[in-house]
């Protein structure tokens, strides 16, 4: 063990020991390792929350789409649902298709619709965007999709996280 004297206090106040071990460096490796798994750890971590993320706020946005739509068509809906019926004839699938490509801004691309960021880069993709109706004593709609984010690592499309969404609404008719 060797001890340095502070020239500033000789009598010993303020006296710093330092004690060196291992001169070789050997422990820094480790430390080394420990940090690069703690960093994986957290850039994993973030690309979870992204994902959690994009799912939610796509979820929170078509269900706004499908709430608008109610709202928009509820004179029609109204009417079916006195009369007990649990189809809606006059639905436009392309017209709510439109809604929400226009709300979510999306682009169409044939057979899936993407999301992109301001410089270009893909955010996420939909696909296989199905609108289905049920119920008895009310009108139910539910738009199921899959929806794929992009996991990314320095720029690079690693993987995607693929998730199978499906967002309700419902309208019941109050007499």
Known sequence: MQRLINPVFPNGIGRMEISVKNKK???YISTCVI???MCILFLVFMSFVTVVN???ISKRNTKNVLDSFVAENSIDIYNSVKVGQNTLYQFDE???KEKFISYNELTDCGSYLKAETADGAEKYRIKNLEINFAGSTKLNLRVDYDIAVPLTFGGFDLINANIKVSVKTNFSAKF
Do not use: A, L, S, Y
Request: no cysteine; charged share 35%; aromatic share 8%.
């Open 25 to 27: 460096g050997e422990g």
């Open 35 to 37: 940090i690069v798994i």
């Open 54 to 56: 994009t799912v939610r």
């Open 94 to 96: 392309d017209k709510f």
